[in-house]
C-alpha cells in the first residue's frame, strides 16, 4: 500500500487520519521500491509449487482415501427472477476459463506436489429441473472429489419455478476460500449484467511460485523465529467437561450458532472498542479467552483464528487458497486489570498479524506436533 510496507500496528499507532498522512509521507520518502517484492506472472510449464496449505489438504485428502467431504466449500442460494440457463452456462463456463484455479489438477511426483492448470476442462455447470429442493436433497449433491481430475468445481443450477431457483456451488478448498467465493458471484453478477471484466494480470499459481522463491530466499526466517519463540514450550491440552468422552479420530462434524446482538448492544461494543483502540475482533477474542479459562481453570490457551492472507492488492481478484491459520496463545493472569488484560490481547493479535504469512503447516511440521488424531496439532479452540 503507497509503496510501503504499513503493518497494523502502525495502522493502530497512527489512527487518527493527519497522523496516517504524516506517516505515509515520510516513510515513502525513504522508502526502497525494490522492497515491495511484487508477484509477477511466471513462464507458462506442465507444473507449478503448490502452497502448504495446499500440500496440506492434499495429505488430509489422501489419508481419508478420497472419500472426505471435509474440505468441500459448498453454498446454496434461493434466486427469485427469471435466469436464462444458456446464458448462465456460458457466463459460468467462462469464469472457469478466466480462473486458472478452476482448471487446476494435482500430482504427487518424487514425493513432491505440483498443480497442473488444464487449457480446458468439460462444462462444470449442470442444470435441474425439479418440483422442490429441500437441505436434505441438497446435503447428497456434497460429495468428494478427485484431485487428480481439473475441474474441482461443480455448479448446479435447480429450476423451480419460471421465477424461483436454486444455485448450488460445491469447491474443493485445495483451489479456493470463502474470498474465492464472494469473487465468483462477483464476477458472475457482472458479466451478468453485460459488463466485460478486466483481464488478471497473475494467477494462483503465480501466487503459489512467488511464495515459494520467497521461502528459498529465507524471507520467512522473523516470521519462523517469532512463532517458535511463542511455543518453545507447549501448553497442556485444554480439558473441557463434556458430555461424552472425546472419539480417537476427528470426524470433522459440526455445527454453526448464529446470534444478533442487537443495535443497542453493537452500538455499545463498537463505542467500547472505540475507546480502548480494539476492534470489535479483539474484543470477542479476549471474551472467548476468559470463558474457556473460566470453564476449565487452565490459563494457558491457544486459540486458532484464520486470516485472509491476500496481503497484496493485486491478489484481491484471484480464485485460490490463501488463508492461514494463526495460533494466538495467551497466559491469563489473575492481577490483571480490565485494560491491562484487554492491551496485553491488542498487542499479542498485532504480533501474531504481523507475522501471520508463516505458514500454519510449517509450525506444525518445525514443532514435530503429530500424532493425537483426535486433536488439531495445536490449537485447541478454532
Same mark, same amino acid.
Request: negative net charge.
Given at each position: ?21 504524516? +506517516? ?38 489422501? *489419508?481419508?482415501?478420497?472419500? !472426505? ?31 486458472? =484455479? ?38 447428497? *449433491? ?7 481430475? @481439473? ?15 436454486? &444455485? ?31 483481464? &488478471? ?8 511460485? *512467488?511464495?515459494?522463491?520467497? =521461502? ?10 517469532? +512463532? ?41 461494543? %463498537? ?6 483502540? #480494539?476492534?470489535?475482533?479483539? #474484543?470477542?477474542?479476549?471474551?472467548? %479467552?476468559?470463558?474457556? +479459562? ?11 483464528? =484464520? ?8 491478489? %484481491? ?6 488463508? %492461514? ?10 492481577? *490483571? ?13 498485532? !504480533? ?9 503447516? @510449517? ?20
Amino acid at each position: 500500500m503507497f509503496g510501503l510496507n504499513l503493518g497494523l500496528e502502525e495502522v493502530f499507532d497512527h489512527s487518527v487520519f493527519e497522523h496516517m498522512v504524516q +506517516w505515509i509521507a515520510e516513510h515513502q520518502a525513504t522508502s526502497d521500491s525494490d522492497s515491495v517484492n511484487p508477484i509477477l506472472p511466471v513462464p507458462k510449464k506442465e507444473k507449478y509449487k503448490t502452497t502448504s496449505a495446499q500440500r496440506r489438504m492434499y495429505v488430509v485428502h489422501e *489419508w481419508m482415501k478420497g472419500e !472426505s467431504t471435509a474440505y468441500n466449500l459448498a453454498s446454496s442460494y434461493r434466486v427469485r427472477g427469471k435466469i436464462d440457463p444458456t446464458q448462465f452456462t456460458l457466463i459460468m463456463d467462462a469464469l472457469v476459463e478466466r480462473h486458472e =484455479a478452476f482448471r487446476t489438477r494435482f500430482e504427487m511426483i518424487d514425493g513432491e506436489l505440483f498443480q497442473v492448470v488444464e487449457d480446458q476442462v468439460p462444462s462444470v455447470v449442470e442444470l435441474l429441473e425439479l418440483e422442490t429442493a429441500g437441505l436434505e436433497q441438497v446435503m447428497e *449433491w456434497i460429495k468428494p472429489f478427485d484431485l487428480t481430475s @481439473a475441474p474441482l468445481v461443480r455448479v448446479k443450477l435447480i429450476r423451480l419455478s419460471q421465477e424461483e431457483h436454486i &444455485l448450488f456451488i460445491d469447491m474443493h478448498h485445495i483451489i479456493s476460500d470463502q474470498s474465492s467465493i464472494a469473487i465468483l458471484m462477483q464476477d458472475f453478477a457482472r458479466m451478468y449484467r453485460g459488463e466485460t471484466l478486466q483481464s &488478471l494480470d497473475i494467477q494462483y499459481k503465480d501466487y503459489a511460485e *512467488w511464495r515459494d522463491e520467497a =521461502a528459498s530466499h529465507g524471507q520467512s526466517v522473523e516470521d519462523a523465529k517469532f +512463532w517458535i519463540r511463542e511455543f518453545e514450550d507447549m501448553p497442556a491440552p485444554v480439558e473441557l467437561l463434556t458430555d461424552f468422552p472425546r472419539h480417537g479420530a476427528s470426524s470433522y462434524s459440526g455445527d454453526r450458532r448464529s446470534i444478533e446482538l442487537g443495535e443497542s448492544l453493537s452500538t455499545q461494543v %463498537n463505542d467500547f472498542c472505540t475507546q480502548q483502540g #480494539l476492534t470489535p475482533y479483539m #474484543l470477542f477474542m479476549a471474551t472467548l %479467552n476468559l470463558l474457556i +479459562w473460566k470453564y476449565t481453570g487452565q490459563g494457558d490457551l491457544v486459540v486458532g483464528t =484464520a486470516v485472509a492472507g491476500r496481503e497484496k492488492p493485486e491478489l %484481491n481478484n484471484v480464485m485460490g487458497m490463501f488463508v %492461514n491459520m494463526l495460533a494466538i496463545r495467551t497466559s491469563m493472569d489473575r492481577e *490483571w486489570s480490565t485494560e491491562a488484560y484487554l492491551n496485553e490481547m491488542r498487542g499479542k493479535l498485532l !504480533s501474531c498479524y504481523e507475522h501471520q504469512h508463516y505458514p500454519y503447516e @510449517a509450525l506444525v511440521q518445525q514443532l514435530g506436533l503429530f500424532g493425537d488424531l483426535s486433536r488439531n496439532p495445536y490449537l485447541m479452540w478454532c
